[in-house]
Nanobody, 124 residues
């Protein structure tokens, strides 16, 4: 599985971005896909996950603001981010677990494969 993220950038607080993750293989065959983020000096944080059956999970810090979705026909995973805050500034990574080696939740986010990341910066 190869994953490539896009859609990052700089935005003012309160703004929106949509991240995309293009997968080389059929994403519907993956047990779990998701997003995690990491910024300098902070621990990796699982942001959102989506299971094969479409069940979603979010970190408390992004609930109500972020939405994860996938388009199986396009082999693409998305993360719609709204009401962005400076605390959301980080490198965002798309990740996948092809098999159920862990629960598909934001907390135990997929991490068997991941992409190079896309930077999101929220500042005024």
């Amino acid at each position: 599985v190869q994953l490539v993220e896009s859609g990052g950038g700089s935005v003012q607080p309160g703004g929106s971005l949509r991240l995309s993750c293009a997968a080389s293989g059929a994403i519907h065959s993956n047990y779990c896909m998701g997003w995690f983020r990491q910024s300098p000096g902070k621990e990796r944080e699982g942001v959102a996950s989506i299971a094969r059956d479409g069940t979603t999970s979010y970190a408390d810090s992004v609930k109500g603001r972020f939405t994860i979705s996938k388009d199986n026909a396009k082999n693409t995973l998305y993360l719609q981010m709204s009401s962005l805050e400076p605390e959301d500034t980080a490198m965002y990574y798309c990740a996948a677990d092809p098999i159920p080696i862990r629960a598909c939740t934001a907390a135990s986010h997929p991490q068997t494969f991941w992409g190079p990341g896309t930077q999101v910066t929220v500042s005024s």
